[in-house]
């Protein structure tokens, strides 16, 4: 198997890690240790497997339109998820009426331990999210899907 084709399976495989710890930790609603280095892992491959296929693409190797789509959407979905995911502490401040982290520090130890868990499964579900649709394009861009 050539290079381009481990890349894109360790791509899919730690994305699709990352997402279903990232899902179930959303569901259990629990911090997850293991999620973010294994989301960070599969964010950092997506752009390896794209710089990669960039280099082959400039070598001159045909690369079929589809794969290219697939190939390059991930890097799309990754800095979307990431600008989704930069603002869900306002969103989660806003929804209970408070302006900033100074508003939170008024509040009692628990409603602010609330508030925190709240932000951070907001985070984990868009990012377990983000994974799983970059796994299911980099299946369709092996067109194993």
């Not at 084709?5 to 730690?14: K, Q, T």
């Not at 911090?31 to 296929?53: D, K, M």
């Not at 509040?107 to 299911?136: D, P």
Request: glycine residues 8%.
């Amino acid at each position: 198997m050539p290079a381009h084709a481990w890349l894109g399976l360790a791509m899919i495989v730690v994305n699709l890690l990352a997402g279903l710890i990232g899902a179930f930790a959303w569901w259990r609603v629990e911090p997850s240790r293991l999620f973010w280095p294994l989301l960070r892992a599969g964010q950092l491959l997506v752009v390896l497997v794209a710089a990669h296929g960039g280099i082959l693409y400039a070598q001159g190797v045909e690369i079929p339109d589809l794969h290219l789509i697939y190939g390059l959407m991930p890097i799309g979905i990754a800095f979307i998820a990431e600008q989704l995911r930069l603002t869900s502490a306002q969103a989660v401040l806003d929804q209970r009426g408070l302006e900033d982290s100074s508003a939170v520090a008024a509040l009692s130890e628990r409603e602010q331990k609330t508030i925190v868990l709240t932000i951070v499964r907001r985070e984990i579900g868009v990012m377990a999210a983000s994974a799983l649709v970059i796994t299911v394009l980099g299946l369709r861009a092996a067109e194993w899907l």
